[in-house]
């Protein structure tokens, strides 16, 4: 029922700071908790951020203070916006979409997800 496609990631530098966008087709998006996740070389893939429909975000401990999600309906899409990057953060980053009022941080609750998109941080 929806679409997600990621965009945004790339190379960065300890300390500096990337933006994410998670656009989302259907014109029922608003309906939906997104979620970001983010898979590291040889990790699982793990929590980062979500919001729910009614707008509250969650946050992993270890982006706490550093991230921004946030939501604007209007472009139905979903951003990350990543501070103070570390080397730690590298990962694959996907946005990830479900039909709920609740807020979910796990992987397996998602229902929908984008190809991913790649980002790097050197030291």
């Known amino acids: 029922q929806v679409q997600l496609v990621e965009s945004g990631g790339g190379l960065a530098q300890a300390g500096d700071s990337l933006s994410l966008s998670c656009a989302a087709s259907?014109?029922?998006?608003?309906?939906?908790?997104v979620g970001w996740f983010r898979q590291a070389p040889g990790k699982e893939r793990e929590f980062v951020a979500t919001i729910t429909r009614s707008d509250t975000p969650y946050y992993t401990d270890s982006v706490k203070g550093r991230f921004t999600i946030s939501r604007d309906y209007a472009k139905n899409t979903v951003y990350l916006r990543m501070n103070s990057l570390k080397p730690e953060d590298t990962a694959v980053y996907y946005c990830a979409a479900v039909e709920t009022g609740s807020l979910v941080y796990t992987a397996g609750r998602y229902d929908y997800w984008g190809q991913g998109t790649q980002v790097t941080v050197s030291s």
């Open positions: 259907g014109r029922t998006f608003r309906r939906y908790a």
